[in-house]
């Protein structure tokens, strides 16, 4: 065992109707890469967020180097080099990477000085950085990047990561996962939160697994199959998603010869696009994030309408409908977003069933609300999808990430989609909830549905996809058979390295 860093004694964090932690203690190492596990809800987020200064402990104690440490805010907890990458970037698009860096300093130097540090410690760090770059032209893993090294310049002794690998290839993680172990061999104590099993096995030296608030256990992750670690997570056996036998229908959606222009001046502009996608189908569609995912399916969705006869569902085009509409014909769509786009953060989760619900569900008539069909539909959604919420007129914010996108997910699901688009279905879920939403994505083309499935997951795409596609700067690849693919192939098509060329599927 290394010298403890950092020490956790019965931390415990109440909310009403819910405990968040509940008497958890465990010790980090220096030097040491610790991986914090749990389902959605299990209580990581509030965890990290004491010690990160951002929530105070009903009881508890920490210990940092052997003296109490008791952060009254971030900049306490930064002072005493403990420095956080969330999971949601913190960034200002229309200012440059060092303007956005000095944002975050107590005291920035000169900007020219800064500058010469940013090129110098990310270099260091295998993680180059241009910082006079406007962030809103970075990929997502560039914007990531700006994350870590703002928390460099900080000399941290203990580096919080909460799902850093979320919006990366392949090739980049590989990248990111050199520079943590470098960091590693420098004292430096990392603190892991991530889904994906794998890396945690690749990457951590010890994992503490949360359940329901607690510290439900402790393991080896190289020496613990990532099964096994699911299964600990859960306390339950892990049923892996099922593919049954489907035979293609008909075309149900499709889009050709789409181009329109960028949305925003940070936004990406869809060029000569062409899709297909059939009854019983599921089309997967790969790109990093920021290469035209959200532009794709608020075409699809009706949040943005074109005159042309570039989209069509039935053979017939819907291009110039609005959402409404749409979702009446049964084209659904779950975005990226899941609070704020998706769910409106303060709206009770019966309000929100109903936002999208209203049309498919019944759930209104001549002009009146009918709120106790709205609640039983709610409620029905939490229970199909074991969303873990008090209830259905709790809002949507008081739900942890990974439970509200079961109940975005779910909500569209249940309502019978003829075509359903969904963005990063699994993102921020645990192993099991995940393998859950892809079962019933599963289930739903089986149903006679088609499915397309945007995502950063690889490993998603190629579990579920019949056909994969890679989406880079707003074009679209040719559809291919995922059976065909690697998952190193598919990694290479989304960084556009395959030459992006455009046909029908």
């Known amino acids: 065992m290394s010298t403890p860093l950092l020490i956790l004694d019965g931390l415990t964090k109440a909310y009403p109707g819910v405990v968040a932690n509940d008497g958890v203690s465990f010790v980090i190492g220096e030097g040491e890469v610790h991986a914090l596990l749990g389902e ?64 975050g300093m107590e005291h920035p130097p000169a900007m020219r000085d800064l500058a010469a540090r940013i090129r110098e410690v990310s270099e260091t760090y295998g993680l180059p ?31 919080i990561m909460d799902e850093p690998t979320s919006v990366l290839t392949p090739q980049e993680v590989a990248i990111l996962f050199e520079t943590l172990r470098k960091l590693k061999s420098e004292g430096t104590s990392i603190l892991y939160i991530s889904h994906k099993l794998e890396e945690i096995r690749s990457l951590c030296d010890q994992a503490t697994i949360l359940r329901l608030g607690k510290n439900v256990g402790a393991c080896v992750p190289a020496e613990t199959s990532a099964r096994e670690m699911a299964e600990l997570m859960v306390g339950s056996a892990l049923k892996t998603p099922e593919r049954a036998g489907r035979d293609f229908g008909d075309v149900a959606l499709d889009i050709s010869g789409l181009s329109l222009p960028a949305p925003s001046a940070f936004g990406t502009a869809l060029k000569n696009l062409h899709l297909s996608v059939r009854r019983g189908e599921i089309l997967g569609i790969g790109g990093v994030a920021g290469n035209g995912q959200d532009e794709l399916l608020s075409v699809i969705s009706g949040e943005e309408t074109t005159t ?7 053979g017939q085009p819907i291009g110039h409908m609005g959402p409404s509409a749409r979702r009446a014909l049964g084209v659904l769509t779950a975005p990226e977003e899941r609070l704020g786009h998706a769910a409106a ?10 936002l999208t619900g209203a049309t498919r569900e019944g759930l209104a ?11 039983a539909f709610a409620a029905r959604i939490i229970e199909a999808f074991d969303v873990r919420t008090p209830g259905p007129e709790n809002a ?40 859950a939403i892809r079962q019933a994505l599963l289930d739903l083309a089986a149903g006679g549905a088609a499915v397309i499935c945007i995502s950063q997951d ?41 030459g992006m060329e455009v046909a029908h599927v």
């Open 308 to 314: 042309s006869d570039a989209v069509k569902f039935n």
């Open 129 to 159: 950085l241009d910082p006079y770059r406007t962030v809103g032209e970075l990929s997502a893993g560039e914007r990531q990047r700006v994350e870590i090294i703002r928390c460099l310049l900080q000399d941290p002794k203990l580096l």
């Open 365 to 375: 008539r001549n002009g009146f609300l009918k709120w106790g069909a709205a609640r």
């Open 396 to 435: 949507a914010r008081s739900l942890s990430g990974g439970n509200l996108q079961k109940f975005v997910i779910g909500r569209e699901v249940l309502q019978r989609p003829e075509v359903l688009v969904v963005n990063q279905p699994t993102w921020g879920v645990d192993a099991a909830a995940a393998a």
């Open 40 to 103: 959605n809800g299990a209580g990581k987020s509030t965890l990290v967020k004491m010690i990160y200064g951002l929530v105070k402990p009903d009881s508890g104690s920490m210990r940092l180097r052997g003296a109490p440490y008791e952060p009254a805010e971030p900049r306490a907890a930064r002072a005493d080099g403990i420095a956080m990458v969330f999971q949601h970037f913190s960034l200002f698009d229309a200012l440059n990477v060092a303007e956005n860096i000095a944002l």
């Open 458 to 498: 690889l490993d998603e795409l190629m579990e579920i996809s019949d056909h994969f596609a890679a989406l880079n700067e707003g074009r679209l690849s040719a559809p291919r058979p995922t059976s065909e693919l690697t998952v190193d192939e598919i990694g290479l098509m989304m960084g556009g390295a395959h």
């Open 345 to 354: 953060p303060d709206m009770s989760l019966t309000e929100n069933a109903l």
